[in-house]
């Protein structure tokens, strides 16, 4: 079993929600494309210092993080971060690692995104039940 990746675009959510205001320009928005390690072990969003440089949401606190191989970290959580891919979309916070760390998708925005691995393909895939769109069991 190899490791599955997806190209996932991130965008700045507190942009979107000043671009609606009229505050800045929709071409002001901070957005990124990706290719992140999709991981449905992991629960969380991660993301880089160097995506947080360019992205530069806001700063939510400090947490305690355990990695995958057992190392326990303080991390910002910044957000709200805009997480698309395919037609599908999530809204949630971000936990920024040290450097240029991996970025990862994990369950929690797979989860409100409907999307699955497909592991045969080795990809991350819109939920086929609901090609048209997420369907969330609430």
Do not use: W
Request: proline share 5%; hydrophobic share 40%.
């Amino acid at each position: 079993m190899g490791h599955v990746y997806a190209e996932i675009e991130l965008i700045n959510g507190q942009d979107i929600l000043d671009a609606r205001r009229h505050l800045i320009g929709e071409e002001e928005i901070r957005r990124t494309n990706r290719t992140m390690l999709v991981d449905s072990g992991a629960y969380l969003l991660t993301i880089n210092e160097n995506i947080q440089a360019y992205l530069q949401l806001p700063f939510e606190r400090r947490e305690r993080c355990e990695i995958a191989d057992g190392r326990v970290l303080e991390c910002d959580v910044v957000g709200p971060v805009y997480v698309k891919f395919a037609n599908r979309h999530a809204t949630c916070n971000a936990f920024v690692l040290p450097g240029d760390s991996e970025p990862l998708l994990g369950a929690i925005p797979m989860e409100e995104m409907d999307v699955l691995i497909d592991m045969q393909r080795q990809k991350l895939v819109v939920n086929p039940e609901h090609p048209e769109g997420a369907v969330l069991r609430l």
